[in-house]
């Protein structure tokens, strides 16, 4: 049976990375791919080209690819992402029959024959994580680790394969004194020798899916791979505490092989205390609301304030207001703003999203995480107060201004009828159950709101759950009735 590694290999190349070497610079374009939650891809496409002049930029689920010649920290401070990686290689998977032995000895023999790649991926790697003349992205090595079930981890341990990776054992390179970034001696990565330095340790994070996942478990894909790198490379296994994660995932059309370039997600934001909703969803909500110098956003059901702080981070010269009825949460959205140091631009008051304490068309953006399910208490509540809500939104919404949702499904389907029949909405929410029983949830659709004209919708994930980021754009009454 013909087993082949077809396809053109993209990533880290030879020459690239000894011409980077040569010159003991940047001089071109560097290969990244970012992991992005579901839904927030063209988010991610659209920041890489913006914030980083990215090029050669293409989109999978749950990826997105891109070269950049800009500083690391600015590709590390991307906010649509969840994790950053170095690509290393991305290639057409193995054809042919994966559960047999000629695809097993293939995909070993792959470590082999891109030996210069891995090598040179290695120092460049190294060289991202601890830029010369500046501190580090990573500046302490990661703590003991938590006590883990030992079950089978001294097989796992000879191959270097790990199902699961936790982002918090990675660490940085350090030499034995801790002083900066450790170089390995001969051969691992062609670095002058140097006994007082340990080598490489490493352990390999696998996924597969789709027909790849019935040739190789996760388990067994890492442990080829793991071995592979071991014996070839010369690297050492270390499951706790490794200096270098290896990340490769399998599908039916390409195989990608990365190595991560941080410690902890870029999903995570050190100036958020307390969480609420998911940061990179919530500033993708803000990145839609036009937000403009001296704009004033208004956030009527804020919560712990997620919204408030990553508009505010990303638009340094406007100013917000957060409004809930609920005095904790206004606590804990208090204790959020101080410790961002926020607190001269976001200012907090408690009110009812369906009295807002503001006059008329004094707002040029608004922007809602309309809590539904646990969050609201009940599907009748939500479904009641929706309409009566986005009406006194739209109240203190100033003609042209934006208005961004947050809404399940089925309150879209609902916010659509009150909106009338022009609005996406409803064919969203045909896909995931129907127009929910407006009579059984206590309520009435009001006349539709015709101020509101519908200019997007993006549905993005929520863990379990899916919702959708709506745009509405305000108009005089009446504006779009004729559209």
Request: positive net charge; proline residues 7%; hydrophobic residues 35%.
């Amino acid at each position: 049976m013909d087993i082949s590694m077809a396809g053109e290999r993209k990533g880290v190349s030879r020459e690239d990375l000894g011409h980077m070497e040569e010159t003991d610079g940047d001089s071109g374009p560097l290969r990244f791919y970012c992991t992005a939650g579901r839904g927030l891809e063209p988010f991610l496409v659209d920041e890489v080209g913006l914030r980083l002049a990215a090029s050669d930029v293409t989109c999978v689920s749950g990826k997105v690819f891109f070269s950049t010649s800009a500083p690391i920290r600015a590709v590390a401070g991307l906010k649509s992402a969840e994790r950053l990686f170095l690509l290393l290689e991305e290639r057409a998977p193995p054809s042919g029959d994966l559960s047999s032995g000629p695809a097993r000895r293939l995909i070993q023999e792959s470590v082999v024959t891109q030996r210069h790649r891995w090598t040179h991926g290695l120092r460049l790697w190294r060289r991202l994580r601890w830029a010369p003349g500046e501190p580090g992205l990573e500046t302490s090595v990661a703590g003991r680790g938590r006590k883990r079930k030992r079950q089978g981890a001294e097989r796992s341990e000879r191959d270097g394969s790990r199902q699961e990776r936790d982002p918090e054992r990675e660490a940085p390179w350090v030499s034995d004194e801790g002083r900066g970034p450790a170089r390995t001696a001969r051969p691992e990565d062609g670095d002058p020798g140097d006994g007082r330095l340990r080598p490489v340790t490493f352990r390999v994070c696998c996924r597969s899916s789709g027909a790849a996942a019935r040739g190789f478990s996760p388990q067994d894909l890492g442990r080829l791979i793991g071995s592979a790198i071991s014996k070839q490379l010369c690297w050492r296994v270390d499951l706790r505490t490794p200096d270098l994660e290896v990340n490769v995932h399998l599908t039916d059309d390409r195989w990608v092989t990365g190595l991560p370039l941080l410690r902890l997600p870029l999903a995570h934001r050190s100036y958020i205390r307390t969480t609420g909703l998911r940061s990179t969803v919530a500033w993708a909500m803000a990145s839609v609301a036009e937000i403009k110098p001296g704009s004033l956003v208004l956030d009527p059901m804020c919560g712990v304030g997620t919204v408030l702080l990553e508009a505010a981070k990303e638009c340094q010269n406007a100013f917000f207001v957060g409004m809930d009825i609920d005095a904790s949460q206004l606590m804990k959205a208090s204790e959020n703003i101080h410790f961002a140091e926020l607190s001269e631009r976001i200012h907090l008051v408690q009110s009812s999203v369906t009295a807002i304490p503001l006059p008329p068309r004094s707002v040029d953006a608004v922007v809602c995480d309309v809590p539904f399910g646990r969050k609201f208490g009940s599907r009748a509540d939500a479904a009641a107060s929706l309409p009566a809500a986005v009406k006194e939104m739209a109240r203190v919404l100033r003609v042209d201004g934006v208005l961004v949702l947050l809404l399940s499904p089925q309150l879209s389907v609902l916010l659509g009828k009150a909106l009338g029949p022009r609005s996406p909405a409803e064919s969203l929410g045909d896909e995931t159950g129907g127009v929910p029983d407006i009579e059984a949830a206590g309520g009435r659709v009001t006349p539709p709101l015709s101020s509101l004209r519908p200019c997007s919708s993006h549905r993005v994930g929520l863990g379990a759950t899916d919702a959708i980021i709506h745009k509405y754009r305000k108009g005089p009454p009446g504006a779009w009735k004729d559209d």
